[in-house]
């Protein structure tokens, strides 16, 4: 069995796509600061009979996560990570004009400067396998159409469309692709501050979608089956903007 890894999944849609994969892959979980509810993910997939473990790093600091993936490889001789789910990110919304330094930089470091730092690590092994791999970002409706409020958010995950086309061309040839997923509104701690039921009226099929419904366009893109897809970004978004 393969190992695959999830950023931020202790909660919400990165839950849900570990749980989901935990039949196909080893399941390794990322998350910051909610070991308690990382451990619930764990043994959720233990008690389904798969296999997980938990690597908490801060994704947006360089160090911990180059530490964490050594020592997770020191650990797994042998072994590489072939399938990375970059879904770990944060909102932190405020009119551009009273944006501060610390709401810009916090949302681009953890959505943007993550990416990078985990994927980069990760690439090192996965380029000169045979058997290639998966990268799937979990960007966002925002990143596609822009979102009042929203432009650190809108910013980062826009940038992390561009990378994943531009990274898709370069391991191409390796047999490995780069997709991204778009989503709307979905229903988790993300969105719970959010006025929901004013919101649903703007969402064609009239309601939020679900962390499941998510993980399961992240569970094909990471199929056999989507061999032939690089490049993409997929919405899933009820219809809220097409
Ligand atoms: P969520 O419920 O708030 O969960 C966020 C996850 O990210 C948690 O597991 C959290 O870990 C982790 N995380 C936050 N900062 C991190 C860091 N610095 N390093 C490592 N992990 C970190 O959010 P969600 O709604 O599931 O969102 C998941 C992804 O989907 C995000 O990228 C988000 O932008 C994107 N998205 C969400 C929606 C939506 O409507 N919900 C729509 C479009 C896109 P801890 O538990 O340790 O804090």
Same mark, same amino acid.
């Given at each position: 069995?393969?190992?695959?890894? %999830?950023?931020?999944?202790?909660?919400?849609?990165?839950?849900?796509?570990?749980?989901?994969?935990?039949?196909?892959?080893? &399941?390794?979980?990322?998350?910051?600061?909610?070991? #308690?509810?990382?451990?619930? @993910? =764990?043994? !959720? %997939?233990?008690?389904?009979?798969?296999?997980?473990?938990?690597?908490?790093?801060?994704?947006?600091?360089? =160090?911990?996560?180059?530490?964490?993936?050594?020592?997770?490889?020191?650990?797994?001789?042998?072994?590489? +990570?072939?399938?990375?789910?970059?879904?770990?990110? +944060?909102?932190?919304?405020? @009119? $551009?004009?009273?944006?501060?330094?610390?709401?810009? *930089?916090? @949302?681009?470091? &953890?959505? !943007?400067?993550?990416?990078?730092?985990?994927? *980069?690590?990760?690439?090192?092994?996965?380029?000169? *396998?045979?058997?290639?791999?998966? %990268? %799937?970002?979990?960007?966002?409706?925002?990143?596609?159409?822009? $979102?009042?409020?929203?432009?650190?958010?809108?910013?980062?995950?826009?940038?992390?469309?561009?990378?994943?086309?531009?990274?898709?061309?370069?391991?191409?040839? *390796?047999? +490995?692709?780069?997709?991204?997923?778009?989503?709307?509104?979905?229903?988790?701690?993300?969105?719970?501050?959010?006025?929901?039921?004013?919101?649903? =009226?703007?969402?064609?099929?009239?309601?939020?979608?679900?962390?499941?419904?998510?993980?399961?366009? @992240?569970?094909?893109?990471?199929?056999? #089956?989507?061999?032939?897809?690089?490049?993409?970004?997929?919405?899933?978004?009820?219809? !809220?903007?097409?």
């Amino acid at each position: 069995m393969k190992y695959a890894l %999830i950023t931020g999944a202790s909660r919400g849609i990165g839950r849900a796509i570990a749980l989901r994969l935990s039949s196909k892959y080893k &399941i390794i979980i990322n998350y910051c600061s909610r070991a #308690d509810k990382a451990n619930e @993910v =764990k043994a !959720l %997939i233990e008690a389904q009979g798969g296999s997980a473990e938990l690597l908490p790093f801060d994704v947006s600091d360089s =160090k911990q996560t180059d530490l964490a993936l050594s020592s997770w490889e020191e650990n797994h001789q042998g072994e590489y +990570i072939s399938l990375l789910v970059n879904n770990a990110g +944060i909102r932190k919304d405020n @009119v $551009m004009f009273m944006m501060s330094d610390e709401e810009w *930089r916090e @949302v681009l470091d &953890i959505t !943007l400067n993550g990416f990078f730092y985990v994927t *980069r690590r990760l690439l090192k092994h996965m380029m000169p *396998r045979k058997h290639g791999g998966r %990268i %799937i970002n979990v960007s966002s409706l925002s990143g596609l159409k822009g $979102m009042a409020g929203q432009v650190n958010y809108s910013a980062a995950k826009a940038a992390l469309i561009g990378a994943t086309k531009a990274l898709a061309l370069e391991v191409a040839p *390796r047999n +490995i692709t780069v997709n991204a997923v778009a989503p709307g509104f979905i229903d988790t701690d993300m969105t719970q501050d959010l006025p929901k039921e004013e919101l649903k =009226k703007l969402v064609p099929v009239g309601r939020f979608g679900t962390s499941e419904e998510v993980a399961s366009l @992240v569970e094909y893109l990471s199929s056999d #089956d989507a061999a032939y897809i690089t490049g993409e970004v997929i919405s899933i978004n009820g219809g !809220l903007y097409t």
